[in-house]
């Protein structure tokens, strides 16, 4: 104990006296101080060490659950675009009408010195109750345009927008077939 805790001033003798004993606390107190400051040193570096390794770990569950939440919101975008399609298909669905018993009431109401030479119904993709009709009538002229205007009204279609123009042995017919509902 004596080499570790030793006097700052040794007595001289006729000179001066020793330190007092309460003074042996400085040298303690720097041994504690340094030991002290060591292992606090050792606590904030492995305190860094975890932190960094925590840290790391969750870079990689918030980059795990990014990718995550971005496959789920292009998943639901997926599902999404799917129900528009969807939606719109319904839509165009309810607004249209089969076709066919137009072009069988066309066929029905030509008479016996008339004849179809062209038909033709295209439907609107954007509006799918508009059916574009041109109609070639050879014989027969506007009596055979109107009883066959007849027959299409009794299916509950409105013209729009109809055009006749005559030829020699013919007559052409355009228009817009609206189906009515009401």
């Known amino acids: 104990m004596e080499n570790l805790i030793h006097d700052i001033k040794t007595e001289r003798q006729n000179v001066s006296e020793g330190l007092p004993s309460a003074l042996k606390l400085v040298p303690i107190t720097f041994y504690l101080a340094t030991v002290a400051s060591l292992l606090l040193t050792l606590f904030f570096y492995l305190s860094k060490k975890a932190y960094e390794s925590r840290e790391a770990e969750m870079a990689i569950r918030l980059s795990q659950a990014e990718g995550l939440h971005s496959g789920y919101l292009s998943e639901q975008a997926g599902i999404v675009n799917e129900a528009k399609q969807a939606e719109g298909y319904a839509e165009w ?25 062209e038909l033709s119904l295209d439907r609107n993709p954007e509006i799918p109750a508009h059916t574009f009709m041109q109609l070639k009538i050879d014989g027969g002229g506007s009596q055979q345009i109107e009883s066959t205007l007849n027959e299409i009204y009794a299916l509950n279609y409105l013209t729009y927008s109809a055009q006749e123009v005559k030829g020699r042995n013919s007559t052409d017919f355009q228009a817009t077939l609206i189906f009515n509902d009401k």
Do not use: D
């Not at 018993?101 to 010195?113: D, L």
């Open 93 to 117: 669905l309810e607004g249209s009408h089969p076709l066919q018993p137009v072009v069988a009431t066309i066929a029905r109401s030509m008479g016996k010195e008339s004849t179809i030479a």
